[in-house]
């Protein structure tokens, strides 16, 4: 199947230079076979191309558009999803999923797209506390589960390395991170002045959650994208 999948997601760019033929010669599978392959039934195909693009955009999300098609299949064969690199790279290219990198990261006093001041990243990859309560840092990560993904927030405590707010659900908005910092404010001590780091993923430079760090006498840090989780 991986063979056809090869073939099939470059009949629509190139065929008339390379031909199907040549295609199935070059990769020891029968012509008939192809068009066996291709003339299946289309619902079924639909459905499983529905179901992979829909994980696909989830493991695209989750890298904050960073990844290829590469990291992508590398991560959907982690989470026992199997399928063929080309496949993957097709229904990138079909969905306008197109990774970009990066930005070099540099503090300033400018203001982001919802109009409020960059954050400084306060902690510069020290995530050790010597007291409960001065510094935590949240991230969002993905539950596979056979009905789809379920999306968990976390809030950690750099001192103690626990877990000291979460919430899941089943979307990545922003309600999603707001729940699992007023989690953590119920169960936990903050002092005033606390930090709070996290990336720069849309649901915390939300206007709404920045709202919330502050009304709850927190001081925001973000580091670079994809760069928040605590190290050792």
């Keep these: 199947m991986a063979k056809y999948e090869f073939i099939d997601s470059y009949v629509a760019d190139d065929s008339a230079v390379v031909p199907i033929t040549d295609r199935c010669r070059w990769l020891e599978v029968s012509t008939s076979g192809f068009y066996n392959w291709k003339g299946r039934p289309q619902s079924a195909t639909v459905i499983r191309r529905t179901a992979l693009a829909q994980r696909i955009r989830v493991f695209f999300e ?63 990859r020290n995530f050790s506390a010597d007291r409960p309560g001065s510094k935590f840092v949240g991230d969002i990560t993905y ?23 979460w919430s899941i659900a089943d979307h990545m908005r922003t309600e999603l991170v707001a729940a699992a910092l007023t989690n953590a404010v119920a169960t936990t001590r903050i002092e005033p002045g606390a930090i709070f780091h996290s990336d720069r993923g849309s649901v915390y430079t939300s206007r709404t959650y920045r709202t919330l760090v502050n009304s709850l006498g927190m001081r925001s840090s973000m580091g670079r994208t994809g760069v928040c989780l605590l190290t050792g």
Aim: aromatic share 8%; proline share 8%.
């Design 62 to 124: 989750l890298s904050h558009g960073t990844y290829g098609y590469r990291r992508i299949h590398a991560d959907l064969r982690a989470a026992e999803i199997e399928c063929s690199p080309e496949l993957v790279r097709s229904i990138m290219r079909e969905e306008d999923l197109v990774p970009c990198q990066p930005r070099p990261f540099r503090v300033t006093t400018d203001s982001d797209p919802n109009g409020m001041p960059i954050v400084p990243d306060l902690l510069e």
């Design 143 to 165: 539950i596979h589960t056979w009905q789809g993904f379920m999306y968990l927030a976390t809030v950690i405590d750099c001192y103690s390395r626990k877990v000291v707010g």
